[in-house]
């Protein structure tokens, strides 16, 4: 249920990290060191985005993204080069990429245009919704944090999923307890509590940012994670 990236990348480092990185938000990632690997797994399929280089042994990235333009495949394409004159990024885009990010980069930087593309390139899907690295499955019944699954019984999962449909605001113990269990709050004011605490001991405990939130003396947040963007990736090659 995770999207799945394919990083295009010779400099092995920079590949393994950015595969590392993608993996901790939640999505799954194959990587391939030259052209001609990464022209042949970016044509068997499946992938949701393409990370390219430019600069890359076998064939090189513009020659990637024109020839599979060519061929009616219509992954996007985030070109990701320390290639930074103008001409060049025009020649990326024109080649059918859909973004061009140069290196040093910062690593959330990268992470938000791909959510950027994804959310422009997939269709309105509503078998799965995501906040940030945390996934819910909506046919299976099946939640992931940080790519782990979670294991939730029924009423954890349709709290956990009204709660991220209504991210950012304040949930009163009444609103959920008519929204989720269809009951009025007298009968349930600790039981949502209790389910509350399950909820934040499978997605929340072992893992960081924190998105169920407290409101004192008014009842609960699910908080969006903001962007930090302290991390810089830097790289020699192109
Ligand atoms: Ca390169």
Same mark, same amino acid.
């Given at each position: 249920?995770?999207?799945? $990236? %394919?990083?295009?990348?010779?400099?092995?480092?920079?590949?393994?990290? /950015?595969? @590392?990185? =993608?993996?901790? *938000? +939640?999505?799954?990632?194959?990587?391939?060191?030259?052209?001609?690997?990464?022209?042949?797994?970016?044509?068997?399929?499946?992938?949701?985005?393409? $990370? %390219?280089?430019?600069?890359?042994?076998?064939?090189?990235?513009?020659? /990637?993204? @024109?020839? =599979?333009?060519? *061929? +009616?495949?219509?992954?996007?394409?985030?070109?990701?080069?320390?290639?930074?004159?103008?001409?060049?990024?025009?020649?990326?885009?024109?080649?059918?990429?859909?973004?061009?990010?140069?290196?040093?980069?910062?690593?959330?930087?990268?992470?938000?245009?791909?959510?950027?593309?994804?959310?422009?390139?997939?269709?309105?899907?509503?078998?799965?919704?995501?906040?940030?690295?945390?996934?819910?499955?909506?046919?299976?019944?099946?939640?992931?944090?940080?790519?782990?699954?979670?294991?939730?019984?029924?009423?954890?999962?349709?709290?956990?999923?009204?709660?991220?449909?209504?991210?950012?605001?304040?949930?009163?113990?009444?609103?959920?307890?008519?929204?989720?269990?269809?009951?009025?709050?007298?009968?349930?004011?600790?039981?949502?509590?209790?389910?509350?605490?399950?909820?934040?001991?499978?997605?929340?405990?072992?893992?960081?940012?924190?998105?169920?939130?407290?409101?004192?003396?008014?009842?609960?947040?699910?908080?969006?994670?903001?962007?930090?963007?302290?991390?810089?990736?830097?790289?020699?090659?192109?």
């Amino acid at each position: 249920m995770a999207m799945r $990236v %394919l990083v295009i990348e010779d400099e092995q480092k920079m590949a393994d990290l /950015i595969k @590392r990185g =993608l993996e901790e *938000e +939640g999505m799954e990632v194959d990587t391939a060191y030259d052209g001609d690997t990464g022209s042949q797994a970016a044509k068997s399929g499946g992938h949701d985005l393409i $990370v %390219l280089d430019l600069g890359l042994p076998g064939r090189d990235g513009l020659d /990637i993204a @024109r020839d =599979l333009r060519s *061929e +009616g495949i219509k992954t996007p394409i985030l070109i990701l080069t320390a290639q930074d004159s103008t001409e060049m990024k025009v020649k990326g885009l024109d080649s059918g990429a859909d973004d061009y990010l140069t290196k040093p980069f910062a690593f959330t930087e990268l992470v938000a245009r791909i959510r950027a593309l994804l959310r422009r390139t997939q269709p309105e899907d509503t078998t799965r919704i995501q906040t940030g690295d945390l996934y819910l499955n909506l046919i299976n019944r099946r939640a992931s944090r940080a790519g782990i699954e979670v294991q939730l019984t029924g009423k954890e999962f349709a709290l956990l999923e009204y709660f991220m449909r209504h991210p950012d605001e304040i949930l009163s113990r009444e609103v959920l307890s008519e929204k989720v269990w269809e009951e009025t709050f007298d009968t349930l004011t600790n039981v949502i509590d209790v389910y509350i605490n399950y909820l934040r001991n499978k997605i929340d405990r072992q893992f960081e940012p924190k998105l169920i939130h407290t409101i004192r003396g008014v009842g609960y947040m699910f908080k969006t994670p903001t962007v930090d963007s302290s991390i810089i990736v830097e790289s020699k090659a192109s």
